[in-house]
C-alpha cells in the first residue's frame, strides 16, 4: 500500500509492505495459517480504511470536506540542494508584497502576477470537495544572459499562527515552473494550495528557483 504526499514541484512516498506467512498444509499447521491469515486479513482491512479515510475525507455538515493541516513551518528558509549547485545562493534580492516583482541584479525576475480564493472542485482520491484554496500564479523572467533551468524550482506557501505549510494540490488548473529558461524569455507557474479561509489574509509564498538566486519571498493576501 502506498501514500503519496504531494509538494509543489516535488513528491514524497511512503510504502507499508504486509509480510505473508508460509504454511504446510493439513492438521494443526492448516489451522494455525487459516488462523493467521484471518488475522492478517482483519488488520489489512482496517489498515486499508484508515489509509482511504486519510486520501479522501467525506464532507462534514457544512458540505466542505475536512482538510487535515499541514507540517509546521521552518523558522528559517534556505535554498534546497541541487546536484548541479554547489555552494549557497549568490545573487540575493529584497522581499515584495503580492502583486510585485522581486527584482535580482543580474536580471532574473519573480512576479506573484495574482493569489486568488478558491474551493477545490475535484471528488476523486486525494480531494476534498468544497475545501478552501488559494491559486497563486508566477511569472518569472529571465534578464540575464544564461538560460536557467527551472525543471528543479519549488513554491510553497504559509499561514496561520503557529505558521504552517500549505498542502499543494495537482488540481484547478496547476502548473509548475519548469524546463531551460531562454535569455530574455518568460515562464509562468499556477500552484494551488489549501488553506483555512481564516487564514487567507496573512500570507507567505517563498519561490526557490534554481540554487543560484535566494529563495523570493513575498506576503499578502487572497
Known sequence: MTET?????NAQR??????????RPGGIGSLLAATCLAVTLSACSSSSGAGDQVATQPPTSSGVASMPPGPLAPATHEAAQRPTVTGAPSVSAAPATFGGTVSYPDGLTVT??????ATMSGSGPGSFPGAPLVIVDLVVHNGTTAAINLD????SLESGNPRR???AFGSEG????????????????K?????PAAEQSDLHVYVDLDGIHTIAEFTGRA
Open 5 to 9: 504526499y504531494r509538494v509543489a514541484g
Open 14 to 23: 511512503r510504502v507499508i509492505t504486509t509480510a505473508h506467512s508460509w504454511r
Open 112 to 117: 506573484l502576477a495574482s493569489a486568488t480564493a
Open 152 to 155: 528543479h524550482s519549488l513554491v
Open 165 to 167: 505549510i500549505g498542502r
Open 174 to 189: 496547476a502548473v509548475d515552473l519548469s524546463g531551460i529558461l531562454a535569455p530574455g524569455a518568460d515562464a509562468k507557474g
Open 191 to 195: 500552484y494551488v494550495f489549501g488553506v
